[in-house]
């Protein structure tokens, strides 16, 4: 029930922001939107107001603006033609569309500035704390959990998490003894350290991170700094992955519900980090030049800028459902790939 709520609430968010970005912009330009609705399918409730309705429909998979004028074979009225979205201009259009997107990445602004305000910004302990450990390395294989304190190396006291990184950093792949304190009782683990790529030491370990209180200005700057961090992060992993550099890990609403779940489950703050992740991934994926998506709509306009006319829009509509098609099957092979994976092997999504 847990995984329900949450899931319904970081997917409502993400389709209803995203949506509203659409709508608010096609208004402010005087666009007649026909129907504002969340999901497809047959309705469920449908309220209008003004010249719209907002629709609340039965297959919760997504949802869309309805506009005036983007569907070539709608008959229209002639206050609805000339109020149409395909009578405005190149620039008005392309605003319209790229709202949608926008607005995921400002909800991840707005819900990571919610996360350092009242949670505050994680900076690390000035102890040896271990604040997580690496599943398959060695700290993780030795038995090493997140809270165990790291007093001695080798029998050598260590004061700080500085000194510890560089005992651990001049012994690679050396046998070592790490003595912890855990619930007041030392303990000692015999652990062979790995070499990175730098030839330097290493087990697996994080250092605990407290957390640090912060005014409302500094936590909006770092909500933008993560949200671009973030935004850097998934497409230098989409580059590594189309030249073969990354392995293709993709996940589909299977996975996504089972992390929702597991976030929900360590806390609201948990949560919102990961809505704010989706919301990022959302708004990437749909300026991506995929036929279907916002991308691809914003590149015909483009395109028409360039030529001086539009795209015959009967053909343009067929690339899309293309589009749409090859996305709907793309999405049930990840979904099955997903099924197996947490239902079927027991494995944590993307666990290696």
């Known amino acids: 029930m847990v995984t329900f709520i949450a899931s319904i609430f970081v997917f409502g968010l993400l389709i209803f922001f995203h949506e509203l970005g659409h709508f608010l912009v ?14 497809f399918g047959p309705k469920i409730l ?8 907002y629709n609340l429909r039965a297959l919760p998979l997504g949802g869309f603006v309805r506009m005036a ?12 033609e000339e109020r149409g979205f395909n009578k405005k201009t190149i620039g008005q259009r392309i605003s319209i569309i790229f709202a949608g997107p926008l607005m995921n990445f400002l909800l991840a ?66 046998e070592i003894v790490v003595s912890v304190v855990r619930d007041g009782v030392e303990k000692k683990f015999n652990i062979k350290t790995v070499r990175d790529e730098e030839g330097l030491g290493k087990i697996g370990i994080y250092q605990a991170s407290e957390f640090q209180r912060v005014g409302i200005i500094q936590s909006f700057v770092m909500g933008v700094e993560w949200t671009g961090r973030v935004t850097l992060m998934i497409l230098d992993f989409l580059a590594r992955m189309i030249f073969g550099q ?58 028409e800028k360039v030529r001086g006319r539009p795209v015959d829009p009967a053909k343009e509509n067929f690339i899309h459902l293309v589009g749409f098609g090859l996305l709907l099957l793309l999405m049930v092979i990840i979904t099955y790939n997903d099924i197996l994976q947490v239902f079927v092997s027991g494995e944590a999504p993307g666990q290696r």
């Open 246 to 303: 990354a392995p293709a890990d993709l996940g589909g609403p299977v996975r996504v519900v089972s992390e929702i779940g597991k976030a929900a489950e360590m806390g609201f703050f948990f949560l919102l980090q990961l809505a704010a992740f989706l919301n990022i991934n959302l708004g990437l994926f749909n300026l991506l030049p995929v036929p279907a998506l916002d991308g691809s709509r914003i590149m015909f306009l483009f395109w």
């Open 46 to 53: 449908a309220i209008p107001r003004g010249e719209t309705f």
């Open 26 to 39: 096609a208004k402010l330009v005087g666009v007649k939107v026909h129907e504002f609705s969340m999901g």
């Open 109 to 174: 602004i707005i819900m990571l500035t919610v996360i350092f305000f009242f949670q505050g910004l994680p900076v690390p302990s000035s102890g040896t704390r271990v604040g997580d450990v690496i599943p398959g390395f060695p700290a993780s294989e030795a038995g090493i959990v997140a809270g165990d304190k790291i007093v001695a190396i080798n029998g050598d006291k260590v004061d700080n998490w500085e000194e510890l990184v560089r005992t651990i950093y001049e012994r690679p792949e050396e």
């Open 69 to 80: 004028g983007m569907d070539p074979g709608e008959r229209e009225d002639k206050e609805d």
